[in-house]
């Protein structure tokens, strides 16, 4: 992930110093990262977009926040000189380093990646606040109770879809989260 920029599609300068992919619930958003190390320039993109961009900082190292997504989770670039004028350059979400910010992220939500009607739909569960997503929406639910745990319902398009939260009966699983499209089970995707 944190692997040095070759090619950005579209807009390309010498400058670009790295790329990282960052999964949310809202989606799958792109950074980029140009850094000048002779004008000291910064700018960052989300999603293609600029962001920030500063000019002639005398101070090449140092560190850049910004926020991204529609949940306005607060991403860093950190830019450490290695040795000469060689620099290198760290992501962070939340605070923590990239690759700890996503292994948090795989205990607090389930990711569903399957196609609808020709149409292919992310869906995310955020398992404390039971909120869904789907390509960037926060889907309205309905929850209830069952026998075994919890079901929460949700269209999407003409499809019936629901999440069943069951005690796996183990302390160390906790709950195991399906989610049940028109009454089929859809496996989960790690991302």
């Given at each position: 992930m944190g692997k040095k920029a070759?090619?950005?599609e579209g807009r390309m300068s010498n400058d670009v110093a790295g790329v990282w992919?960052?999964?949310l619930s809202d989606g799958v958003h792109r950074i980029e990262f140009e850094h000048g190390t002779t004008t000291g320039k910064?700018?960052?993109y989300v999603d293609g977009k600029e962001i920030l961009r500063r000019d002639w900082m005398f101070k090449l190292v140092g560190k850049e926040t910004f926020s991204v997504g529609k949940s306005g989770t607060k991403a860093t670039i950190n830019i450490d000189a290695v040795s000469g004028f060689a620099y290198e350059y760290t992501l962070e979400i939340n605070g923590k380093s990239?690759?700890?910010y996503m292994e948090n992220r795989s205990k607090?939500?389930?990711t569903w990646v399957l196609n609808l009607d020709g149409i292919d739909c992310r869906v995310v569960l955020e398992k404390d606040t039971m909120d869904i997503w789907c390509n960037g929406q926060n889907i309205e639910t309905a929850g209830e109770f069952v026998d075994d745990g919890t079901e929460t319902h949700f269209t999407l398009g003409d499809h019936n879809c629901c999440v069943k939260a069951v005690s796996s009966g183990k302390r160390r699983d906790g709950i195991i989260h399906t989610l049940l499209v028109d009454g089929t089970e859809i496996a989960e995707c790690t991302e």
């Open positions: 070759g090619s950005a992919e960052v999964a910064r700018v960052i990239l690759k700890k607090v939500t389930s």
